[in-house]
């Protein structure tokens, strides 16, 4: 992509219309299934919150006008028949608006002020502007007219049920003009820094920037590349609140945190192009570690929540990372990385195992990232085959990182630990064609038909090769023609739309996929990877799909599935360059 394309076109009812840094976006959905008719200004600070409703008018009657929305990357448009409105971010906290033709009113979502809810309007006489203050989101919103005219402003400093907002219609030109900033108390008046012509450019050169960075590779074989690059790119946001980095929420829909385990496949899709953010992606976790040792279920603007933690995938992504970087940590950084490595594998290996245990359990499956897998139908307190591999993979990581800090007397220590785990993990879940899970309290054993029994491929190389070969052949099973169903469409557990009892997951296809091809399954990786591939070209990136229709379900703009393709289509790339180099050669 050059800087003067315009990126890929979307359709906003699906990806909320936002920008690198910006902690809201523009859309019609309001909450999980609540869409509404008219695009809003909707807040990230202190949860989801819609704030203001944007509706184009007809300039004669000054009712809605009948308008078309486009979007892409730099530019969001309403266009009907009596002209058109425009809207560009001018910066993470400010938008510019352009009219020409058709007016724009701009409203409170909310309709209704209590003395704890709802938006406070007034006009600020100091900035010759009107506000919003949100009880909601904790911030104000400022509409400055920069030209036209304010035909109407209703509901100013009215109290309970009223319309609150703003009318803006065209000059005697026929266009107008106007910005909208998200600020915390106050700020200078607004003064236009560029003509809106120059803002969208300059929005435009940011996002191809981004994409030249995070997919220098992407060709038309890989068609999705530069809206998966715009999903990432569009719902990080700044530091702010208890988000103390830059951060890639999974979704600037209502997906809007930082799950502790999501952040490691963005870091990865990241990591060439863009290292510095993709250091930030797997450190940010690792900022509100607890005293135990353990990280947070999650974490957003105003919420870290420890009710559950995540699987200890760090060790398998923090390897993948310093392959992908394109300069190693310095010695602060590895040192530092390492400690926060050795604090949460250490919660496993003591608050997570059993009083004479060698393995370690969840206490539920949200532990797992898998929440309701039928996995964990029998007993919720439940030592697994997946978690041991995790920790195997995550204490061999910790090895080679305590070998190039010279701690070799700890890399010792941990590989002796590895084999040990890994050791009872096949002597004790493994049953000669499958593993089991094991109730931690009640002793008994189980198999299940969910996907999650097999995710001990990612141990590729290290699995023993009649081990591994058994479980692709059960994960082949799994296989539709969509790809990697979580539950097998033939158990009666399975459900189309069942979250972990049936639908296609990103982070389950790339970490079977990775460890089918480490350990020697090429052909299978190569399949679940096409297929994924091609499910995301056709069906967006959403939170997970349909296994066997292939429609994508739940959060319609997710980040994990969109660097999981991002991820999938460079390895596809370069295998592809490096057979063509092969036959040329």
């Known amino acids: 992509m050059t800087a003067a394309s315009s990126g890929p076109a979307f359709s906003v009812l699906d990806i909320p219309f936002s920008t690198h840094g910006s902690w809201f976006g523009i859309s019609p959905v309001l909450a999980e299934k609540t869409r509404a008719e008219d695009l809003h200004l909707v807040s990230h600070q202190n949860g989801m919150h819609a704030v203001l409703r944007l509706v184009p008018l007809d300039p004669v009657t000054g009712e809605r006008a009948e308008a078309r929305v486009k979007a892409t990357p730099s530019l ?38 209590t003395p704890f809810s709802g938006t406070y309007f ?9 506000v919003f203050t949100s009880y909601e989101t904790g911030r104000r919103y400022r509409i400055t ?63 191809a920037a981004f994409v030249d960075t995070v997919a220098p590779w992407r060709s038309p074989d890989t068609p999705a590349a530069e809206l998966a690059a715009y999903v990432v790119w569009s719902a990080t946001v700044r530091p702010a609140g208890l988000v103390t980095r830059p951060a890639v ?32 992606q797997f450190a940010l976790p690792f900022d509100h570690q607890d005293a135990s040792g353990a990280l947070p279920d999650s974490v957003t603007h105003s919420e870290v929540l420890y009710n559950f933690v995540k699987p200890p995938i760090h060790g398998w992504a923090l390897g993948h990372l310093r392959r992908r970087l394109p300069e190693p940590l310095d010695g602060a950084e590895l040192t530092e990385t390492y ?32 929440d309701n897998a039928t996995t964990f139908d029998p007993e919720r307190v439940v030592v697994s085959a997946d978690l041991a591999a995790f920790l195997v993979l ?68 290290h699995l023993p090769q009649d081990v591994a070969a058994a479980l692709a052949d059960r994960i082949d099973t799994h296989l539709t023609d969509y790809g990697l169903a979580t539950e097998l469409p033939a158990s009666p557990h399975y459900r189309d739309d069942g979250y972990w009892r049936g639908p296609i997951w990103a982070p389950a296809t790339v970490l079977i996929e990775d460890g089918l091809r480490r350990a020697g399954h090429q052909r299978l990786a190569d399949e679940i990877s096409a297929r994924f591939r091609a499910l995301c070209e056709t069906s967006g990136f959403a939170e997970n799909f349909d296994a066997l229709t292939g429609t994508g379900l ?3 703009a997710y980040t994990w599935t969109a660097s999981s393709y991002l991820l999938l289509a460079e390895a596809h790339e370069l295998r592809r360059a490096e057979t063509a180099e092969a036959v040329g050669g």
């Open 554 to 556: 739940r959060d319609r």
């Open 394 to 461: 995550q204490l061999r990581e910790l090895a080679h990182v305590a070998t190039e800090l010279g701690q070799f007397d700890d890399a010792r220590r941990w590989t002796r630990t590895a084999d040990a785990t890994q050791a009872a993990m096949l002597d004790q879940l493994w049953t000669g064609d499958r593993f089991v899970a094991r109730g931690v309290h009640s002793g008994d054993t189980w198999s299940s038909s969910s996907l999650l029994d097999l995710v001990p491929i990612a141990l590729g190389e």
């Open 145 to 207: 007219v920069l030209s036209g005219a304010l035909a109407d402003a209703s509901g100013a400093q009215t109290l309970g049920g009223s319309d609150r907002g703003v009318t803006i219609t065209a000059a005697a030109d026929g266009a107008w003009e106007a910005a909208v900033e998200e600020l915390d108390t106050a700020r200078p008046p607004y003064v236009s820094s560029a003509r809106f012509d120059e803002v969208v450019t300059t929005a435009r050169r940011s996002f």
């Open 76 to 113: 969001l448009s309403w266009t009907g028949d009596g002209g058109r409105v425009d809207l560009a971010y001018e910066s993470p906290d400010t938008v510019r608006l352009r009219g020409t033709g058709l007016g724009l009113s701009i409203s409170a979502a909310a309709q209704v002020l």
């Open 122 to 130: 007034f006009h600020d006489p100091a900035a010759d502007a009107h």
């Open 249 to 280: 929420l999974m979704s600037k829909h209502w997906m809007d945190k930082v799950w502790s385990w999501d952040h490691c496949f963005n870091a990865l899709a990241l990591a060439p192009g863009s290292p510095e953010l993709a250091r930030d």
């Open 339 to 370: 400690r926060r490595l050795e604090r949460w594998t250490d919660f496993w290996l003591t608050a997570r195992r059993a009083p004479g245990a060698t393995l370690p359990h969840y206490q539920h499956g949200n532990d797992s990232g898998w």
